[in-house]
């Protein structure tokens, strides 16, 4: 498991833009790595793999992760916080803090794989923080009528906890 740890820190971390883009496989090995559970310095990176990949399949391996409960709860904020800036450009690695530029990536992938089911899931997840920020998301989309009523419904509704029932808001 050291060893693991050790040539994921080593792949990501000492990776760049060129070095990815010369050896893309590499990024692709540290992001499947979210696809099994692993120790939480392989998950963090993993979850920034896949931000940095954009790909359907990022996606997906990032909603699976953020909607198994028995994942750290940490880590489920962390990999929320990434699909919340799914469409924007980013200054600085979300591991590590390094200037390390991040893309954006088009919002219909991030739609798609985070459906309204996993949005439902994830708003009335038991830690708050995870419900809240699943309505930064969801919010983000494009409102219809459904989402309207969907809003109303959850800002109404007494039995959800307060500070989320003001996120809804």
């Not at 390094?98 to 954006?104: E, S």
Request: hydrophobic residues 45%; proline residues 5%.
């Amino acid at each position: 498991a050291l060893v693991e740890a050790d040539a994921v820190r080593g792949i990501y971390d000492d990776g760049d833009a060129e070095r990815f883009s010369e050896h893309p496989d590499a990024l692709e090995a540290v992001a499947a790595k979210l696809d099994s559970p692993h120790a939480a310095a392989i998950t963090m990176r993993a979850l920034a793999a896949n931000r940095r990949l954009g790909t359907p399949v990022a996606v997906k391996r990032m909603v699976a992760f953020v909607t198994d409960p028995k994942q750290d709860s940490e880590l489920r904020v962390a990999c929320l916080d990434m699909l919340k800036t799914w469409s924007e450009a980013l200054l600085i690695d979300p591991v590590d803090g390094r200037g390390f530029p991040v893309p954006a990536h088009e919002r219909p992938v991030l739609d798609e794989g985070f459906g309204s089911e996993t949005i439902s899931r994830l708003t009335g997840d038991v830690d708050i923080r995870v419900a809240k920020r699943a309505i930064v998301i969801f919010s983000a989309k494009p409102f219809t009528e459904e989402s309207w009523s969907r809003v109303v419904r959850m800002v109404r509704d007494e039995k959800i906890d307060e500070t989320v029932r003001e996120e809804w808001m």
